[in-house]
């Protein structure tokens, strides 16, 4: 029989998302679905790559760190998992997975594996496709492409936990659609229900992002506090089968979960309210608002529902060619002006060598790098450091940017010290395109059966 | 009177490749009437052009007292490609509450 009600816990945001708030959701939460979300837009195309060198690697590298400490406390409460921390190789996570999991006392569970998102080939085949960013055909990216991955939705999450797994292993899902995915399967809510489907696509919007929902990314000392910020604990959402939802977060956790935190969460990478586009449904969030019921409990009201679109979002990882940094510090009397001699003698050194940049980006950390603001208006401070950065196609030319910073220590103006070389950085750059679904076949297959 | 946006509101911004996008929040009725008011879409593509920046949409929420700015081009190429130091942007929610309004009514409700 359908449950009444679930509760959903947020176990990561990011790939490198804090681990230990994950482990206490899952001890102290009371959860049925515990969800983690670790796929930034272009961390798919770096593990393409990863597998091109090493087909059984290619998933998110924490995954095994994370799972140690999370599966054996979820499993053994039958807390339900669902992560796409498969990335570009979930069948290669859930092997890996069955390696180790003996090992941390979890012999004995059922995995299954979502694929299909994985378009390469449909990217080749359709080199007119129009890119969404600047209108461009795909044609021009395809020589350098790395990735190139729909976003799927809820229901193949659904699917996943419909064979009875326990856990299920995702590559790229849309982030809301691993928490609409449990939803779906628990209720049997249908896929065409847009009211269902748009209170939990707010839920999963909410919660994706962990503690940011929960006072993370909030706290202004004297102005907007946030109670043992040190602690902050991951959120839950209770769901009901009419499609009710309240919001909470791990009890005794520290944090912050009221309607200021979830109104700045709400609208975090939102754009326009009345259309948040997702592969389940178009959320339309203008009208939500939210009730207070108890400290660190939130109701969600207003969230409406319009039909999904006909096409899936696809983004593509391809390499945009280096880019090279540096930094150095200087402090004390005529600090910022040494710095600025020391910018002019590494350009002028770079321009010696020949080496050409497409664009180079010079920043004094302490008066305008974060915000390009004009130097000349910020009071001069006490320290300062200069940052260099560089975009070419020459994985040389990219390493000597840094290496020049850093030899300002002893080639340089006085008093140059903390320098660092961060070295040469290959960039994978990202763009989207939209294709039709039905060009896209995802698959559920039980990692039993690989 | 004047007023600094910080002093009445709150703001959160993420990233959507080169478009950033900024929640503001009034803490109270006198602040958000303030806001919607004054933080127009001129004054905020003026604050933001020496990025690159614009064009600048706005979206109400009046029930959360939020609005909700989409800025075009604010992050130097994209979160994926950008030289810069914070190429997410996520500190552009400081900059924006770094701006003076007129016309705050303390008293308005």
């Not at chain 1, 993370?216 to 009901?240: H, I």
């Not at chain 2, 009046?62 to 190429?77: K, M, W, Y």
Request: proline share 5%.
């Amino acid at each position: 029989m359908a449950p009444t009600k679930i509760r959903i816990g947020c176990g990561a945001g990011f790939s490198d998302d804090r681990i230990p708030p994950g482990v206490e959701i899952v001890e102290r939460g009371e959860l049925d679905y515990l969800a983690m979300e670790c796929l930034a837009e272009r961390t798919i195309a770096r593990e393409t790559l990863d597998r091109a060198k090493d087909p059984t690697k290619g998933y998110t590298p924490v995954l095994l760190e994370r799972m140690e400490a999370i599966m054996p406390p979820a499993l053994k409460r039958g807390i339900k998992i669902v992560t796409n921390m498969g990335a570009a190789n979930p069948m290669g996570a859930a092997n890996i997975l069955r390696k180790h999991a003996p090992d941390w006392g979890c012999p004995d569970y059922s995995c299954a594996v979502v694929r299909g998102d994985e378009v390469t080939d449909i990217m080749r085949a359709h080199p007119e496709l129009a890119l969404m960013e600047d209108g461009a055909p795909l044609e021009s990216l395809l020589p350098r492409m790395a990735s190139a991955n729909a976003y799927l939705g809820a229901d193949v999450v659904a699917q996943g936990f419909a064979t009875g797994a326990d856990l299920v292993i995702t590559g790229r899902v849309a982030d809301p659609a691993l928490f609409l995915g449990p939803m779906l399967h628990a209720f049997g809510w249908s896929y065409d229900d847009y009211a269902k489907l748009a209170n939990g696509t707010l839920a999963g919007h909410l919660l994706e992002c962990s503690g940011q929902l929960t006072g993370g990314c909030f706290a202004d000392p004297g102005k907007k506090e946030v109670e043992d910020l040190a602690g902050l604990g991951y959120p839950l959402a209770d769901v009901w089968a009419d499609g009710r939802v309240e919001i909470s977060k791990t009890p005794g956790s520290g944090g912050r979960l009221d309607i200021a935190t979830c109104t700045e969460q709400l609208l975090y990478e939102m754009h326009d309210p009345t259309a948040y586009i997702t592969p389940d449904c178009v959320l339309d969030a203008s009208g939500v608002s939210f009730r207070q019921l108890a400290k660190d409990r939130v109701a969600l009201d207003g969230a409406r529902g319009k039909p999904r679109t006909a096409t899936y979002k696809v983004v593509v990882g391809y390499f945009d060619g280096y880019m090279g940094s540096g930094e150095m510090g200087f402090a004390g009397t005529n600090a910022v002006a040494r710095a600025k001699l020391g910018i002019e003698v590494v350009k002028e050194r770079l321009r010696r060598r020949g080496l050409t940049y497409s664009e180079m980006r010079i920043d004094l950390i302490g008066m305008n790098s974060l915000h390009a603001n004009d130097a000349a208006l910020a009071p001069e401070p006490y320290e300062v450091r200069l940052r260099i950065a560089a975009r070419t196609t020459d994985k040389k030319a990219a390493e000597a940017v840094g290496a020049e910073v850093r030899s300002l220590h002893m080639q340089g103006p006085t008093g140059a010290g903390g320098g660092v070389n961060f070295g040469a950085r290959q960039i994978l750059a990202v763009k989207s395109v939209l294709i039709p679904r039905e060009w896209v076949k995802p698959e559920i297959v039980m990692e039993r059966a690989a | 009177m004047s007023v600094r946006v910080y002093d009445i509101a709150h703001a959160r911004a993420g990233d959507k490749g080169n478009t950033s996008n900024i929640s503001v929040t009034a803490y109270d009725e006198a602040g958000w009437q303030t806001i919607h008011r004054e933080l127009t879409t001129e004054r905020v593509l003026a604050h933001f052009r020496h990025l690159g920046a614009g064009p600048v949409r706005r979206y109400e929420l009046p029930q959360l007292r939020a609005l909700n700015f989409v800025i075009e081009n604010a992050l130097g190429g994209g979160v994926t490609r950008s030289l810069a130091i914070d190429p997410h942007g996520k500190s552009l929610s400081a900059w924006m509450l770094m701006i003076d309004l007129p016309g705050h009514n303390e008293g308005a409700a």
